[in-house]
């Protein structure tokens, strides 16, 4: 029996797969659970897909795990997280050498809870060097704020005589954002069947590929991102050609 693995084109791979990982609370809720119950048992979900991707040979993950907006939700909740992000990060530090992952997080990490600044800022000096995977995490990011920030300094290079304005350019502006000698993602998928990108990634996904699953977070495999991946080869990337100039290219 062929597996969905094998229908995946390895010569066709995204080289960077960002993932909005959603549905927690209603897993949960579908449980008769408290949400936080869903935020743990997304974590094995979490690894599956870093897994996967390591394997399959995908350069760069970025994971939505938490957002600027989500400092609005019950503190109990948000203490939960945070919680849970220390535990994970020290439970996952080993495989993620092992496995040759280098781990990157992007977002306004000011915001965060200073032990677990420290805490990551360990893990990515340790593993600073892993060249099989870069696993990037969101955390406290928005995709307002980050554009925002990035105009502010920007104006200050320019005040201060470090950027000519007239330099300006979109490689230029990239290079201020917090994904700077990050690519693009080719693929964004989001879980839980909502279909919105709540300030994730905007500048970086214009043109990615999207690509909506059902799958409540917690329950999303392997196969899952798989099905993902096989969709995306299924697609013809225009970039605004035509798709006979594509066929002569
Ligand atoms: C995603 O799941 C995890 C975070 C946003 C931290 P949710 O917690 O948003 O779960 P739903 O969307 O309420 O089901
Ligand atoms: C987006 O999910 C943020 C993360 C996955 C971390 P949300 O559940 O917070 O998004 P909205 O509020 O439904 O748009
Ligand atoms: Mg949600």
Not at 104 to 125: F, R, T
Request: one cysteine or more.
């Amino acid at each position: 029996m062929t597996e969905l693995k094998d229908n995946i084109n390895k010569s066709k791979l995204p080289c960077h797969i960002a993932i909005i990982m959603d549905g927690n609370g209603r897993w949960a809720r579908e449980r008769g659970s408290h949400r936080i119950f869903g935020h743990q048992n997304g974590v094995t979900a979490v690894k599956e897909s870093v897994e996967a991707a390591g394997e399959l040979g995908v350069k760069y993950m970025t994971l939505f795990a938490f957002s600027k907006e989500n400092w609005f939700r019950p503190q109990e909740e948000i203490d939960a997280l945070m919680q849970l992000m220390i535990s994970t990060i020290n439970s996952e530090t080993e495989t993620l050498i092992k496995n040759n992952v280098r781990l990157l997080v992007i977002g306004d990490i000011q915001s965060l809870p200073v032990n677990i600044v420290k805490k990551l800022n360990e893990v990515i000096e340790l593993t600073r060097e892993n060249i099989r995977l870069t696993l990037v995490v969101a955390l406290s990011y928005g995709a307002r704020w980050e554009i925002a920030d990035a105009a502010k300094r920007i104006a200050e290079d320019v005040n201060s005589g470090k950027l000519e304005k007239d330099a300006i350019d979109e490689k230029i502006f990239s290079e201020y954002l917090v994904t700077k000698n990050i690519p693009d993602p080719e693929l964004l998928i989001r879980t839980s069947g909502e279909f919105r990108l709540s300030n994730f990634l905007l500048w970086q996904i214009a043109y990615s590929e999207m690509y909506f699953s059902p799958t409540l977070w917690p329950d999303f495999r392997k196969e899952d991102l798989y099905k993902a991946i096989i969709d995306f080869q299924k697609r013809e990337r225009r970039f605004g050609k035509t798709s006979d100039q594509l066929k002569c290219e």
